[in-house]
């Protein structure tokens, strides 16, 4: 059994060295009114002792000349499932790291690599039962990663941004 655990997480980071560096760009995103808003983004993604970790913020820019910053950072481990990974987010009693929970508003978080696409997926119910999924593909490009973000709500499409990521 533990060599299995051991040759699994060798697997992910195998899979996830491709994808390990620091990358950095912008986009103008669409919001609510049909106004573009300038958003910096960065993200880092590493090798851990199980898997990888992907950190990334944003920077959104108002009109008013205020910034918003947010700043996520989630480690994955192998799964059974061949290139799908689980977000180890928080430890339970026993020391092993977990998934959030979803009933309790909390995100359910997974990532896969399918060929030059490492995708992450963040799932979100409403105290109504209501959802929203947000979905990152960042694929290996020329000098960096092409990122495409969607979110879509209860079946609709909430927003989209697409931006090149320069490696540093």
Known sequence: MLICLLLSASGAQAQAERFVGSYTGSAEVQSADGSLVPRDMSVTISETKEGFNISWTSITYRPDGRAKEKSYSISFVPTDREDVYAAAMRRNVFGHEVQLNPMEGEPYVWA???????????????????????????TLADGGLQLEFQSVRNGKVHRRVSSFLKKQ
Do not use: A, C, W
């Open 112 to 138: 896969r690599i399918i060929g030059d696409t490492l995708s992450l997926y963040s799932l979100f119910v409403d105290p109504q039962g209501g959802y929203e999924i947000q979905q990152f593909d960042r």
